[in-house]
């Protein structure tokens, strides 16, 4: 899955992480292309994305005749705080600038909402739905 024409991030890059609390809340986060979003009459979002499976559970589901060729998805309801801040996601706005509306928003303290934020960004993450954009990505991009 390729996520932009712009320089890979080294091995380096990806094995070092962040080394702090606060590098960490300025990453980026950015929507995975591949996930279809719904917007419902009450203002909820339902995402819908690709579900990767490991090949040899696609090879047992195939000899087992359990697979036919179409991909298979997954949705995902989100509520309203999940749906605000999945429209909130444009790739320019760092983890510390979504806690940081989130707590003028509902007048959250500031720890409740950055424990709120990484937790909900770190789930979306595994499933696949967004990825985070490095701090020096964004400064040797200009």
Not at 19 to 47: C, F, H, I, Q, W
Not at 50 to 79: F, H, N, V
Not at 110 to 132: D, H, P, Q, S, W
Request: hydrophobic share 30%.
């Amino acid at each position: 899955m390729k996520w932009s024409r712009k320089r890979k991030p080294s091995k380096a890059d990806l094995a070092s992480g962040p080394s702090s609390r606060s590098e960490a809340l300025s990453y980026r986060p950015t929507k995975n292309r591949e996930v279809l979003e719904e917007k419902l009459e009450s203002g909820e979002v339902v995402l819908t994305y690709p579900l990767t499976l490991r090949p040899w559970l696609i090879s047992l589901a195939s000899r087992l005749g359990l697979r036919s060729g179409e991909p298979l998805t997954r949705k995902l309801q989100l509520d309203e705080i999940g749906s605000l801040t999945w429209t909130l996601l444009d790739g320019k706005r760092t983890v510390q600038d979504l806690v940081d509306y989130l707590c003028r928003r509902y007048h959250l303290n500031r720890r409740e909402a950055e424990v709120a934020m990484t937790g909900f960004i770190r789930n979306l993450g595994k499933r696949g739905l967004i990825g985070l954009r490095p701090p020096q990505l964004e400064e040797s991009e200009k």
